[in-house]
Nanobody
Framework: QVQLVESGGGLVQAGGSLRLSCAAS????????MGWFRQAPGKEREFVAT????????YYADSVKGRFTISRDNAKNTVYLQMNSLKPEDTAVYYC?????????????????WGQGTQVTVSS
């Protein structure tokens, strides 16, 4: 089974940037749609962004559109989330996940398991 390991979180001031990474084990990474989700304290986990298997199609939640960029490197089995112009409301644990299609993945219907997540804290 593919395992996902997120990294790159941390504490940053509002307006700052962070780049998250998610490394996947296994040889089938390039066949899956990948996505980023986040969960703030007391809230449900929510979709942030998805990227197609070849990297050609991306989709963003309205709350991050224009500030976040999802990308992937299939040779490295890694998906990234570049986060710019961070706001305090972006504070959450960020998770990556894989799925069979963009629409189902955005609904939270993932293939396999969630990773452990990486904490992002944005101070005002």
């Amino acid at each position: 089974q593919v395992q996902l390991v997120e990294s790159g979180g941390g504490l940053v001031q509002a307006g700052g940037s962070l780049r998250l990474s998610c490394a996947a084990s296994g040889r089938t990474f390039s066949t899956y749609v990948m996505g980023w989700f986040r969960q703030a304290p007391g809230k449900e986990r929510e979709f942030v962004a998805t990227i197609g298997a070849s990297g050609g199609v991306t989709y963003y939640a309205d709350s991050v559109k224009g500030r976040f960029t999802i990308s992937r490197d299939n040779a490295k089995n890694t998906v990234y989330l570049q986060m710019n112009s961070l706001k305090p409301e972006d504070t959450a644990v960020y998770y990556c996940a894989m799925g069979y299609s963009g629409p189902t993945l955005r609904q939270g219907r993932i293939s396999g398991s969630w990773g452990q997540g990486t904490q992002v804290t944005v101070s005002s």
